[in-house]
């Protein structure tokens, strides 16, 4: 009987933990990213302020699709998202803030159905955060500049890196070089 208690117990607690996370402002003040033109050359680092919204801001700038994927950590269905098959040369942004993102020198047919990458353009321009949604493991991939959603990463890449960053089309904005 004690155990029982002590399993409810515990799984209570880590319920309380993830909704304390989830009511949590998300993170302001100063972040360093790489600046790109859209031509693809760096500017260099520099700090920028993070860019933070509210959910009726975000809903103002963005697509329904697009808020659902990048301020709710939504998905896409696969083969469905205008990039998928995008073959052209050019830089894809983040579509919430504009942060670059990937080059399409580093994009790859992965099979998968989503825009795969085997590297960012920068690392300072993305941040991983370990996500346990769906019984499982995985990483997340975040813009660094807005924190919105862009997709994950896995181990299961070409190389150079053997990295596949999974993205949401609905994530990203390409330009044209």
């Known amino acids: 009987m004690m155990k029982r208690r002590a399993f409810l117990a515990a799984g209570c607690g880590a319920l309380a933990a993830c909704v304390a996370h989830a009511g949590k ?3 302001t003040g100063p972040v360093k990213i790489m ?3 859209d031509t693809g050359k760096s500017e260099g680092l520099v700090t920028v302020e993070r860019v933070v919204l ?8 963005l697509s329904p699709e697009e808020f659902d994927v990048t301020r709710q950590a939504g998905t896409e269905r696969p083969f469905t998202g205008r990039y998928a098959n995008n073959h052209d040369k050019g830089l894809y942004r983040c579509v919430d803030c504009s942060n670059a993102l990937f080059l399409s020198d580093t994009k790859f047919e992965s099979g998968t159905g989503w825009p795969s990458f085997y590297a960012p353009i920068d690392s300072h321009n993305i941040e991983t ?3 346990l949604s769906f019984g499982s493991r995985r990483t997340e991939v975040k813009c660094t500049q807005c924190a919105a959603h862009l997709g994950h990463v896995f181990d299961d890449g070409p190389q150079p890196t053997g990295l596949r960053y999974c993205m949401n ?3 990203l ?3 044209k070089f």
């Open 25 to 27: 402002k998300p993170a």
């Open 35 to 37: 600046r790109f033109s």
């Open 54 to 61: 509210s959910d009726d801001e975000w809903k103002k700038k």
């Open 129 to 131: 955060v370990v996500d």
């Open 169 to 171: 089309s609905a994530a």
């Open 173 to 175: 904005k390409f330009v």
